[in-house]
């Protein structure tokens, strides 16, 4: 009897911390993230990223506090070189992109400061034109609400004939869990279905071979 009660309760707790995934809301806060290829720029480390579940997207029952150290840490442990950019561009289809679409991230603070600067003049007033237009279009489909305290940018050219960026970066992006288990499961799905695509691909090939 004791052991039947035992067993209800982690089922009935696994079965609430299910839910209550299901309906949280994660945020991932990036804060004082600053990037520069200037040596002599003296940029803040002690950034951060933050995750946090909310419930309702009001009360937070979970959180993940990342800092500049950790960060490096687990980039060292990574091995980031040994990628195979080759193979992840030839596995890689657009129609994953469409997955994509259905985790709906919502941004519900933006501060970004751009100074970028290239070889040619005419490609660095481009290119500030395209990325001050990008945003500009995206924020009002993304953006919880449009309040200009919550959401600032600002893309500004260096004209120096020299390859330059400096990036201050502050954000907070909100995505639904139930969107990312949904995202997670197409893609194992259609794991599957390629690996048995594969596999019945090899069949047929030798199935009708002989010595």
Known sequence: ????????????????????????????????????????????????VVLSLYLGNKLKWMSF???????????????????????????????????????QPKISKLKLNMQLGLE??????????????????????VAINMKKEHYNYTIEPIYQNKNIYKIQFNCIIQVKMVHIINV???????????????TTSNRRSYGYSYE
């Open 120 to 141: 040619d003049p005419m490609l660095t007033a481009f290119l500030v034109t395209i990325f001050s237009s990008f945003l500009s279009i995206l924020l009002p489909h």
């Open 1 to 48: 009897m004791v052991l039947v009660f035992i067993l209800l309760t982690i089922f009935i707790i696994l079965l609430t911390l299910v839910f209550a995934i299901l309906l949280s809301t994660l945020h991932i806060e990036i804060q004082n993230l600053a990037l520069t290829n200037r040596k002599e720029e003296k940029l803040n480390k002690n950034y951060a």
């Open 65 to 103: 506090h990342l800092n500049s150290k950790k960060l490096r840490k687990a980039y060292s442990k990574m091995q980031l070189e040994k990628i195979d950019l080759k193979k992840i561009e030839k596995n890689f289809k657009w129609e994953n992109l469409k997955a994509i679409k259905i985790l």
């Open 184 to 198: 997670i499961y197409i893609f194992l799905k259609k794991g599957r279905s390629d690996l048995n695509e594969r």
